[in-house]
């Protein structure tokens, strides 16, 4: 694998935006939040399938696989419609800890790249995305609404305490077959 630690891109503006969150909080569905052991998780998780979705986020899911294709070169499973995608709600005072993205115990995939897009419609302060690898970085780029960010599962990462305002993002975890 590359030593790339992520990749990331402004995407949408306000407007699209809104018309994704409206698309998407119109269309949530059931689903359990699973998220990692030993982590403090305390933000709202809702649920919307992929397929419900795809045409609204299509300039999101190229820049994935061109960042796979160019930085990390995994063996990715497609999207399918079915496919849950989890859209995160971080109100003032609500974070996620140090954590890594898994499937633990899984025979048959392992979680690849994380993919995050920020669609928050209002200004927040915190909820800054860590990454640790050798050190500790911070990807201040991705605290712009509209912006994208991809980056290996397996790398531990966090968001940091919103202070204030909210902040929304939808998360996809891309999945192959097994590292071996």
């Known amino acids: 694998m590359r030593a790339a630690n992520y990749s990331s891109m ?4 306000l407007e699209q935006i809104k018309e994704i969150n409206s698309v998407i909080t119109s269309n949530f569905v059931d689903g359990e939040d699973n998220f990692a052991a030993k982590s403090n998780k305390t933000s709202e998780v809702k649920f919307v ?11 999101f899911i190229d820049f994935c696989l ?3 294709n160019n930085f990390f070169g995994f063996d990715l499973h497609p999207l399918t419609n079915l496919k849950k995608l989890n859209y995160n709600i971080y109100n003032e005072g609500q974070e996620y800890s140090w ?5 633990p ?11 995050l ?5 209002e200004s927040y302060e915190g909820g800054e995305l860590s990454l640790f690898r050798a050190n500790e970085i911070e990807c201040s780029e991705f605290n712009i609404p509209g912006s994208a960010i991809i980056f290996p599962s397996f790398v531990n990462h966090k968001v940091n305490k919103i202070t204030s305002g909210k902040r929304n993002t939808l998360a996809i975890w891309l999945s192959g077959p097994k590292f071996r």
């Open 66 to 68: 061109t960042a796979n």
């Open 105 to 115: 115990g899984d025979p048959v995939r392992d979680i690849k790249l994380t993919a």
């Open 117 to 121: 897009l920020n669609l928050s419609e």
């Open 10 to 13: 402004k995407i949408f503006n």
């Open 49 to 59: 399938y992929y397929g419900k979705i795809h045409k609204y986020i299509s300039p």
């Open 99 to 103: 954590h890594i993205d898994a499937v």
